[in-house]
């Protein structure tokens, strides 16, 4: 509440003063004047509440001197808090000199023992504040010579201040300049503290300026990346597509030819070399489009109920001649229950990502070398596990997890001479994360490496009618 409160007569004061910022004008010195203003806005009711008793007090015990004193200080604040027209320079005259006649008046009467000491104290902090340690030096100044014009009339007796009576003048030395070194050392301390919070700000504020800038440019390195990978996802797709559509018309020509010379092996030899080449050639183009749509989030499921255990065991036929040319034994360990065989899946993705998965083991497993292709249902989840583990040249720790990236290949010396787009384990790793899943790998450079996933089964999934 009381918050509230004073937020809204902080609010309105502004708009009444009218205070601005004004142009040109640097931090330190908007910042004393916003100071100023709030100092003026916190000095009046709190002026107001010591004044009251102050002034009926004076009355009572027939002080008029401190009533007149007190009532003139009043006035004036509330003056400089009223008036929206003065400049702010001005009012931080005015109100300096307003505090000082009043420290000086009521020294004057009531001496140096009292409290009254501390409204020039307060005087020359307030200063240094709102206006920078020059002015507060030259309050000092003025605060030594009001000190100095004490002593003189005191030691000279030039008025009767019977306030001093009895005080000698020895002592009234040293307390007049143990105060005036007093404030001068409290001036030095708090010009110093504000001139360090200052240079921490302008530090701040360059560091803001600084990261901002970077931000700005961070933000238009990223915007400039997301067009480029747009237009290399474009570029991709566009080229692809025009390259298949040739491709088919090749590999049409080449299946009609097999009818002509059929009884020339040289003529069967070079066309089953055209073919063969085009399929690849338009395997890796079907590769670069699919990627090209799982990058730009355009590729989705198509779910299925489907034979887990016949798919698996026809990718196993697939590749195993390719397996046996290349004196690579490749084992199919299948521990499926049969009433567990039928899964709801996307059937194409979980094809291509295993195919792909195989074709990459058989192609970096050297002669001679073991492949091993393991099913079987997890014992907690209602989930399938897989895992294909091979003998080939494994891949370095610091590689395994760029290994997923696209077009990346193991063999980057290319010391095996070893060909194809180096995608597949991206189009795998996106398939089977599709399908609900994480592709796991683990892997030794020499000794060989593992693929692990899952795919969720449903237990009450039949098969589907025929």
Known sequence: MLKKLWSSYHQWYITYSRFSRESGQDELSYFRDKLFVSILILILPLGLMSYVPSAITAIILDKWYVFCVDTVAISVIAFLFFNNKMSLQTKKKVFSVNLFLLGF???????????????????????????GRKAGIKTVVFIGLAYLTIIV????????????????????????????????????????????????????????KELVEKHKNVIMAKEKAEETDKLKTAFLANMSHEIRTPMYGILGCADLLKSYNVEDEDFKEYISIIENNGQELLNAMT???????????????????FNISETVASIHQLFLPEAKSKKVQFVLNNFIPKKECYVNSDLDKFKVALMHLV????????????????????????????MLRDTGIGIPEDKIETIFNPFYQVDVANKNALHGSGIGLSISKAYIEMLGDNLIIESKEGEGTSFLFNIDIDLNEKAPQS
């Open 153 to 208: 009339i005191f030691y000279f007796k030039l008025f009767d201040l019977k306030v001093f009576t009895g005080e000698r003048l020895e002592v009234l030395i040293i307390i007049c300049v143990n105060n005036t070194l007093f404030i001068l050392m409290t001036v030095f301390s708090v010009s110093f503290l504000i001139r360090h919070l200052y240079d921490a700000l302008l530090k701040e504020n360059h560091l803001q």
């Open 287 to 305: 590769d670069i489009m699919n990627i090209s749509k799982i990058e730009t989030g355009l590729m989705s499921t198509n779910k299925s109920t």
């Open 359 to 386: 074709e990459n083991a058989i192609k970096y497993t050297p002669e001679g070398g073991h492949i091993s292709l393991s099913c079987h249902l997890d014992s907690v989840k209602p989930q399938i596990q897989f």
């Open 105 to 131: 008046a009521l020294i004057l009467y009531i001496g140096l023992k009292s409290s009254s000491g501390l409204i020039l104290f307060m005087l020359s902090i307030l200063v240094t504040l709102f206006s």
